[in-house]
Every structure is written in structure tokens, then in C-alpha cells.
């Protein structure tokens, strides 16, 4: 009996639909945020005439990819009714890691670079336990986990983190393949497989499962402190995958790198059409609304924007994507109005 079939029958939560009624929802809105960032991009053409064309879309891309891949990890975190604010702190995590334990050499990473994925992981797992079995509010947890692990940055590192990557990650930063950058391939295998994870795997199934009513998956024997514990290992994983990235572009770590993905990695989640609630969401949304975040940023920065207002403009964006993409509010106004009349 599937796992669908079994929650239907415990007559505790609705099935999951995510083939039939809802899969059109979900459809629509990740038709419109790729529309809308469509439309900026060649709308764009008037504040300058190098916008508008195929080389500014390359770039968007290419910069998308770091958030696209530590938003995924903040998806299935945020599905599972959580939310992941260790983010930032694990990506440092990841860049100090790489360059400090690479130094500038290629001889040993096909080890290291596996190894500080595991410990960026465990980091998650920390999270998951605390969240899952503790029961500690996830916010919480994982700021309480960020604090810490930024603080171990800023003690090894004496506040200023030194060495460089392996020399081969530049230079894959900087390939191209058929005509694309290597970056750009990457992140188009890494969607395919992230949207395959979530939307059709047995894993994502139960994600959505534990989302929908952790309570009813209990009761079916899902195990649920196992998937909840995965979701924050996978999106530590995925964070600390983007710090190692994002210290091969810039040759270099900061132990600010992680700051500026934080609040987009939750932004490109909700815009994408994800409850905030847990229970729904598609990654190829999320990937939808990472672009279109990134090329707002791309669009505020050639006009001069400053880094202050483009972070109310993205606080913005988040609040709008509350306001009007989801159901949720539409049903609490709905609910409140029916009181009000009584």
C-alpha cells in the first residue's frame, strides 16, 4: 500500500495531489515568475543597451546558481514546516573550509572536498536532532547552530580567513562547455536531480507527507524524525556545496560570503509557490524564483541601488509572495470575514 493510500485511509490528511489539481496551481505560478523574469530581462534593454540580449541572461544564470543551490536545501526544510536560518553560516562554512584546507593545492581534493561536505552535513544533522527530537522551534535551533558555527569561523580564522582553492576549481569556474560555462551545466544537472529528489523520489514523497500532517504520517509509520532529520542534513549539505562554489568564483573566502543568500534562499522558496506552512512547494518554482530574484538584484545594482534598499526591495518581494500567492492568507481573510458577520 502506498504511502498516499495509507494517509488517505487514516482519514487524516488529504492525499497527495501533487500529479492532478494542484500540479495546474503549481504550474501557473512557475509559468509567471519565468514570464516576469523574461520581461525584465528584455525590459531591461532601457537602462542600457548591453541588457536585453543573451549575455545578460548567461550571467544571470551563472550568479542564480549559487542560490539556487543552497534554496533547495531551504525548500525542503521550509516543506517540512521548518526553516533553516543556519545557512549563511554553514556556506562560510564551506568557503573557509575549502580554502583553508586546500590551500591553493590540487593534490588532495578529491579528498577533502568530500570531507568538508560530511562536515558541513553533520552540521545539519545537529539541526535535524535538535528540531526532531529535542523539539526545539526550528528558528531557533538553527540560528543557535549558525551562531555557533560562525563563531568557530571567526575563532580558527582569527577574522580573517587565508589560502586559496585548488586551483582546478578556478578553473572550472571559469570553463565553458558547448558554448556554456561549466557553472551553467552544473546547475542545470543539479535542478534535474533536485526536482527528481522531491517530486517523484520515495524521500520526497514522505517529505511531502510529513509536511502535509506530521501527526498522520506518524500514525501510517513514516519515520518521520528521519525525514525531518534529512531535510536539514541535505540542506546543510547544499550550503556548504554553494560556499565551496562560491570560494572557487571569488578565489577566496569571507566570513560575510553567506550573508547575501540567507534571506533570498527563504524569498526564492515562498516566491517560487512554497507554503510557508509546509506541505507544498515544487523545486522548479524555487528555481523560478531564484532567477527572477537574481535579476532584480542584477537590474537594482546597474541602477545604483544600494545594498540597503535592495534588501527591503527583496523583504518586499517576500511579503507581496505572502500576500498574494498564498491560499493560506486568501482563507484566513475568508475566515476572519465569516466571523466578523457572526
Keep these: ?5 495509507r494517509l488517505g485511509e487514516a482519514g487524516r490528511m488529504p492525499a497527495d495531489t501533487r500529479g492532478t489539481s494542484r500540479l495546474s496551481g503549481e504550474t501557473v505560478t512557475i509559468g509567471v515568475i519565468f514570464a516576469l523574469t523574461v520581461a525584465m530581462i528584455l525590459g531591461s534593454r532601457v537602462i542600457s543597451p548591453a541588457f536585453g540580449g543573451w549575455n545578460q541572461a548567461e550571467t544571470i544564470l551563472y550568479l542564480a546558481s549559487f542560490l539556487v543551490f543552497c534554496s533547495f536545501g531551504q525548500g525542503l526544510v521550509i516543506l517540512v514546516r521548518g526553516l533553516d ?3 549563511a553560516s554553514v556556506i562560510t562554512l564551506g568557503g573557509v573550509l575549502t580554502t583553508t584546507w586546500l ?29 526532531s527530537l529535542l523539539k526545539v522551534p526550528p528558528f531557533i535551533m538553527t540560528m543557535a547552530t549558525g551562531i555557533i558555527v560562525y563563531s568557530l569561523c571567526l575563532g580558527v580564522t582569527r577574522g580573517t580567513p587565508r589560502g586559496y582553492p585548488a586551483p582546478v576549481l578556478n578553473d572550472v569556474m571559469r570553463a565553458e562547455l558547448a558554448g556554456l560555462p561549466v557553472p551553467i551545466l552544473v546547475l542545470a544537472a543539479f535542478v534535474a536531480g533536485g526536482f527528481l529528489l522531491q517530486s517523484y523520489s520515495t524521500y520526497g514523497r514522505r517529505l511531502y507527507a510529513v509536511g502535509n500532517n506530521p501527526a498522520a ?19 546543510a549539505l547544499c550550503a556548504g556545496f554553494t560556499g565551496i562554489m562560491l570560494a572557487s568564483y571569488a578565489n577566496g573566502a569571507t566570513l560575510r560570503m553567506g550573508d547575501d543568500y540567507l534571506l533570498p534562499s527563504i524569498a526564492a522558496v515562498v516566491v517560487g509557490g512554497s507554503s510557508i506552512l509546509g506541505g507544498k512547494g515544487n523545486f522548479l518554482g524555487t528555481v523560478g524564483g531564484a532567477i527572477l530574484l537574481t535579476t532584480l538584484a542584477t537590474i537594482l545594482s546597474a541602477l545604483g541601488i544600494e545594498q540597503g534598499w535592495k534588501t527591503i526591495v527583496e523583504g518586499g518581494v517576500i511579503l507581496f509572495a505572502l500576500m498574494v500567492l498564498r491560499e493560506q492568507v486568501y482563507e484566513a481573510l475568508r475566515t476572519w470575514m465569516g466571523s466578523e458577520r457572526r
Design 1 to 5: 500500500m502506498s504511502v498516499d493510500q
Design 85 to 87: 536560518l543556519s545557512i
Design 103 to 131: 590551500a591553493g593545492d590540487n593534490g588532495d581534493l578529491v579528498f577533502i572536498l568530500p570531507a568538508i561536505l560530511v562536515v558541513c552535513t553533520l552540521v545539519g544533522v545537529a539541526s535535524g536532532i535538535g528540531v
Design 217 to 235: 504520517a506518524h500514525v501510517v509509520g513514516l519515520p518521520t524524525v528521519r525525514v525531518t532529520i534529512g531535510a536539514y542534513a541535505i540542506s
